[in-house]
């Protein structure tokens, strides 16, 4: 990661009060590739991309499974990082974001792609979409850019467009992991004034259960994952 | 005694592949329901008329420049031409025959006729054969201090732009390249040299009439010259 993608990381980054405008926010991050990829992932080589990915889809695997017959949609999928790779492993992937300027990048890099398709969402939620379409349904390294009200938002448009027997998988990070808490600290460290609006907040396991209930889930698990994140999985009711 | 193990039952078999079939094509008509969706809400939202907009907006700022470049051409060529004419009128004008012979004045009037001079080539690096487009347009007025000329580039021949450079009467400014360009390469194909051919450089704009040339260092070659203009810069309007 370089120095100077972190400075126009820093330098493209908007207060806090205006963390509720995701478009506005999520485009002026997505300005520069670099800073792109440095704002979703947290750096910027193709390399730890695939295998951050690749990890991922591991954990979704044993979570919630991934079959290929299955049409499959993520929440906040901005430069494609894990979609790329899972386009591989399912019949249809979906990706959707609220950033155009993200899925710019990801449609760069998903140009050999075929079964991909990439939505640009108006506003918080997933109005473009239709009832009972998707097999699966997750939201991975999201949320910490989201208020509440959003997450739970997302959770149950989620199960709105699942069809019955869907799974769905949300995660973030906690405070009472190492990580979660240098997280928490660095947000912490900045003056009042300059804090910007992609700061990332943690959840709580309860937070992210109860999420999954109150939207009509079954079979919700809330589970601790090697990295330090938590993951909630639920199966929308036959 | 372990009993033997059973033959699978080909009835069973079959089902079970007859039922993979039916799942896949449930999947299949769920994946093209979304797509059918998506098609029917883009059709109608606000936003397919904003990116209609946008689309031809585009179109109309290319026609745009293309005319300002073929303007400013023009000017290049009156300019040097009526520099040409000058210089020979000053030099019929001095001579004795000018004021004693009208015959001679007859000649010069004849030679202003003559068709112009092509336009001096711009000194500096050779001229290389590109495709290009500059999204802001060097063909303007300068007001201020600084420009930024973004666009993007690749040498017909195949070969990766190593770097990028602006030169201002000779002075160089180096640029940024290796930026994302997907709609670029969504119209032209992929460039497997030049995957990220945009670029941006800044360069001072001093008042006063300068020549300009954009040059760019192709892979195991020297600087070429993508295009060159002369520019007029004027002081910052108070």
Same mark, same amino acid.
């Given at each position: 990661?370089?120095?100077?993608?972190?400075?126009?990381?820093?330098?493209?980054?908007?207060?806090?009060?205006?963390?509720?405008?995701?478009?506005?926010?999520?485009?002026?991050?997505?300005?520069?590739?670099?800073?792109?990829?440095?704002?979703?992932?947290?750096?910027?080589?193709?390399?730890?991309? *695939?295998?951050?990915?690749?990890?991922?889809?591991?954990?979704?695997?044993?979570?919630?499974?991934?079959?290929?017959?299955?049409?499959?949609?993520?929440?906040?999928?901005?430069?494609?990082?894990?979609?790329?790779?899972?386009?591989?492993?399912?019949?249809?992937?979906?990706?959707?974001?609220?950033? &155009?300027?993200?899925?710019?990048?990801?449609?760069?890099?998903?140009?050999?792609?075929?079964?991909?398709?990439?939505?640009?969402?108006?506003?918080?939620?997933?109005?473009?979409?239709?009832?009972?379409?998707?097999?699966?349904?997750?939201?991975?390294?999201?949320?910490?850019?989201?208020?509440?009200?959003?997450?739970?938002?997302?959770?149950?448009?989620?199960?709105?467009?699942?069809?019955?027997?869907?799974?769905?998988?949300?995660?973030?990070?906690?405070?009472?992991?190492?990580?979660?808490?240098?997280?928490?600290?660095?947000?912490?460290?900045?003056?009042?004034?300059?804090?910007?609006?992609?700061?990332?907040?943690?959840?709580?396991?309860?937070?992210?259960?109860?999420?999954?209930?109150? &939207?009509?889930?079954?079979?919700?698990?809330?589970?601790?994952?090697?990295?330090?994140?938590?993951?909630?999985?639920?199966?929308?009711?036959? | 005694?372990?009993?033997?193990?059973?033959?699978?039952?080909?009835?069973? @078999?079959?089902? *079970?592949?007859?039922?993979?079939?039916?799942?896949?094509?449930?999947?299949?008509?769920?994946?093209?329901?979304?797509?059918?969706?998506?098609?029917?809400?883009?059709?109608?939202?606000?936003?397919?008329?904003?990116?209609?907009?946008?689309?031809?907006?585009?179109?109309?700022?290319?026609?745009?420049?293309?005319?300002?470049?073929?303007?400013?051409?023009?000017?290049?060529?009156?300019?040097?031409?009526?520099?040409?004419?000058?210089?020979?009128?000053?030099?019929?004008?001095?001579?004795?025959?000018?004021?004693?012979?009208?015959?001679?004045?007859?000649?010069?009037?004849?030679?202003?006729?003559?068709?112009?001079?092509?336009?001096?080539?711009?000194?500096?690096?050779?001229?290389?054969?590109?495709?290009?487009?500059?999204?802001?347009?060097?063909?303007?007025?300068?007001?201020?201090?600084?420009?930024?000329?973004?666009?993007?580039?690749?040498?017909?021949?195949?070969?990766?732009?190593?770097?990028?450079?602006?030169?201002?009467?000779?002075?160089?400014?180096?640029?940024?390249?290796?930026?994302?360009?997907?709609?670029?390469?969504?119209?032209?194909?992929?460039?497997? @040299?030049?995957?990220?051919?945009?670029?941006?450089?800044?360069?001072?704009?001093?008042?006063?009439?300068?020549?300009?040339?954009?040059? &760019?260092?192709?892979?195991?070659?020297?600087?070429?010259?993508?295009?060159?203009?002369?520019?007029?810069?004027?002081?910052?309007?108070?």
């Amino acid at each position: 990661m370089s120095a100077d993608a972190q400075a126009r990381w820093q330098a493209a980054a908007s207060s806090l009060g205006e963390r509720s405008a995701y478009k506005r926010v999520w485009d002026l991050q997505a300005r520069d590739p670099d800073v792109a990829s440095l704002s979703v992932a947290g750096h910027t080589d193709e390399a730890t991309l *695939e295998l951050t990915a690749r990890g991922f889809i591991d954990t979704l695997r044993s979570l919630v499974g991934v079959g290929p017959d299955d049409v499959v949609l993520e929440i906040g999928c901005g430069i494609a990082r894990v979609g790329r790779p899972l386009s591989a492993e399912c019949l249809h992937w979906f990706g959707a974001d609220i950033s &155009a300027g993200m899925l710019g990048h990801a449609a760069a890099r998903l140009r050999d792609r075929p079964n991909t398709t990439l939505v640009e969402l108006a506003t918080v939620g997933l109005q473009e979409f239709p009832r009972d379409a998707f097999d699966l349904v997750y939201c991975t390294v999201v949320f910490m850019h989201l208020f509440e009200w959003d997450r739970y938002r997302y959770v149950e448009e989620s199960f709105r467009v699942l069809r019955p027997g869907g799974r769905c998988y949300f995660d973030n990070f906690t405070l009472d992991s190492a990580h979660g808490w240098n997280v928490f600290m660095e947000g912490a460290r900045y003056p009042l004034e300059r804090r910007p609006a992609h700061l990332s907040m943690s959840s709580s396991r309860e937070e992210l259960g109860v999420y999954l209930r109150k &939207a009509g889930f079954a079979d919700v698990r809330v589970v601790d994952l090697p990295n330090e994140l938590i993951a909630a999985t639920g199966r929308k009711p036959d | 005694m372990s009993a033997a193990p059973q033959e699978p039952d080909p009835r069973v @078999a079959a089902l *079970e592949a007859e039922l993979a079939a039916v799942r896949r094509r449930e999947a299949e008509f769920r994946a093209k329901m979304v797509h059918e969706f998506l098609d029917r809400g883009e059709r109608n939202t606000y936003l397919h008329v904003l990116r209609e907009e946008r689309a031809a907006l585009i179109k109309r700022q290319q026609e745009s420049f293309a005319d300002l470049e073929e303007l400013t051409r023009k000017l290049e060529a009156e300019g040097s031409r009526a520099a040409a004419l000058e210089a020979e009128l000053a030099g019929v004008r001095a001579s004795w025959a000018w004021r004693l012979s009208a015959p001679l004045r007859a000649l010069g009037r004849a030679l202003a006729r003559r068709a112009p001079p092509p336009p001096p080539a711009p000194a500096g690096v050779a001229g290389g054969v590109f495709t290009y487009y500059l999204h802001t347009s060097p063909f303007r007025i300068y007001r201020g201090g600084r420009f930024t000329l973004r666009g993007w580039a690749w040498p017909q021949d195949g070969r990766a732009v190593t770097a990028v450079r602006a030169c201002v009467d000779g002075r160089a400014f180096d640029g940024r390249h290796g930026i994302e360009e997907p709609e670029v390469i969504a119209r032209y194909g992929p460039q497997p @040299a030049n995957p990220r051919p945009g670029f941006e450089i800044t360069f001072e704009t001093p008042p006063g009439r300068h020549l300009l040339s954009l040059e &760019a260092r192709a892979e195991g070659g020297p600087w070429l010259r993508i295009m060159a203009t002369t520019i007029w810069c004027e002081p910052e309007r108070t």
